[in-house]
Structures are given as C-alpha cells and as structure tokens.
C-alpha cells in the first residue's frame, strides 16, 4: 500500500481546482482522488484552504534552484525582467481563481502568503544594484526601496487581474509601470515585449 503525503494530497487538489473550480472541489472530493478518508486528509493537509496559501513558495523554490534560467541574460535589468516573468508564468499557470481564495483568506487573516521572500528580496535587490551600477536603472534610490515598490506594484496589478478573473492582460501593464519605476535606460524600455 502507498503511503500518501501532504504532497501527494496538494498536487492532486490543485489538479481538482485547476479542472472543476475551487469552490466545486469539496474535500471528500479530495479525499476520494486520493484514495484517503478525511482523518487522513485534514492529518495531512490541514485544511482545503490551506492548500492554497504557498502558491508563492513553490514559484519562488523554483527560481532560487535554476538562477541559470536568468544569470545568461545580456543585463541585469533582462535579469530582473526574467524573475518576474517566471513569477508571472507560474501564477498564470495556477490561474485567478486560486489566487483570489489565496487573497480571501489573507483578508480574512494573514497567512503570510504575500510577505516578502528574503531570498528572492535579496537576489532581485542586488540585480537592481549592479543594474544602477551599470546605468541599466537610472531611479538612484536604495535598490531595496526600489524592488519593494515593484514588488508592491506587482501584487497591485495581480489583484486587478484576480478581480477581473483573469481576463485582463496584466503583464505588459506591469512592466511598463517596472519601467517607470526604475526608469530603464532608453534602449532597454521596450526589451519586456519578449516576455508578452
């Protein structure tokens, strides 16, 4: 007999949500795809909610663990451009849905889904700082300023896109408004449009 993990039950109820909804996946819904009873199911996961709250994590772990993915970049600035097109890529992967239930229980309390990730804050400001460096960003703010506001900016332009349940084309608003922020050099404002 195959012992389940909380894994195991995470990665089949994000395959029930993705398919059905999040609100049509109920956890004896769960429970039966799995094969479990749900002792087994709240022993291991907890809850149906919390299923959903490290959707970051998972995209960050997986940026941290393949930083050749964009240190082959020409710039910096391409750099930064590439972290947050994969960030962007994973969410749209998971889709509005599951993260609007993610936004509801951090309004609801915080479950600190959308903190800062140190590491991730750590790589992206010292890309900003070698980015200042080569005059790639001409915004002469701390790079630490700098990346919280686009991270800010960011969870403002997701949460317009979970409001209009995925239907609006975030992304480029997005790197527009990055470009504004750090004030990209000229030749490299338009260098998002091979992230569209």
Same mark, same amino acid.
């Given at each position: 007999?195959?012992?389940?993990?909380?894994? $195991?039950?995470?990665?089949?109820?994000?395959?029930?949500?993705?398919?059905?909804?999040?609100?049509?996946?109920?956890?004896?819904?769960?429970?039966?795809?799995?094969?479990?009873?749900?002792?087994?199911?709240? =022993? /291991?996961?907890? *809850?149906?909610?919390?299923?959903?709250?490290?959707? !970051?994590?998972?995209?960050?772990? $997986?940026?941290?663990?393949?930083?050749?993915?964009?240190?082959?970049? $020409?710039?910096? !600035?391409?750099?930064?451009?590439?972290?947050? /097109?994969?960030?962007?890529?994973?969410?749209?992967?998971?889709? *509005?849905?599951?993260? *609007?239930?993610?936004? &509801?229980?951090?309004?609801?309390?915080?479950?600190?889904?959308? $903190?800062?990730?140190?590491?991730?804050?750590?790589?992206?400001?010292?890309?900003?700082?070698?980015?200042?460096? =080569?005059?790639?960003?001409?915004?002469?703010?701390?790079?630490?300023?700098?990346?919280?506001?686009?991270? /800010?900016?960011?969870?403002?332009?997701?949460?317009?896109?979970?409001?209009?349940?995925?239907? &609006?084309?975030?992304?480029?608003?997005?790197?527009?408004?990055?470009?504004?922020?750090?004030?990209?050099?000229?030749?490299?404002?338009?260098? !998002?449009? =091979? !992230?569209?």
């Amino acid at each position: 007999m195959r012992i389940i993990t909380e894994h $195991d039950i995470k990665q089949k109820a994000l395959e029930l949500f993705l398919e059905q909804g999040y609100n049509n996946v109920t956890v004896v819904d769960i429970c039966n795809a799995c094969g479990i009873t749900k002792p087994t199911f709240y =022993k /291991h996961a907890g *809850s149906k909610e919390e299923l959903v709250l490290d959707l !970051y994590d998972a995209t960050v772990n $997986d940026i941290l663990k393949n930083p050749c993915n964009f240190i082959a970049a $020409d710039t910096h !600035y391409e750099q930064l451009l590439l972290v947050f /097109h994969q960030i962007i890529e994973e969410t749209e992967k998971f889709g *509005s849905d599951l993260f *609007s239930q993610m936004l &509801i229980s951090n309004l609801n309390e915080n479950q600190h889904s959308f $903190d800062m990730r140190n590491q991730l804050t750590e790589l992206c400001t010292l890309i900003i700082e070698k980015a200042q460096q =080569k005059g790639e960003i001409k915004n002469k703010s701390a790079p630490a300023v700098l990346y919280n506001a686009i991270a /800010h900016s960011f969870m403002g332009f997701e949460t317009t896109w979970c409001i209009y349940n995925g239907e &609006i084309n975030w992304t480029e608003q997005f790197f527009l408004a990055m470009n504004a922020i750090l004030m990209a050099e000229d030749n490299l404002t338009g260098l !998002y449009k =091979k !992230y569209l």
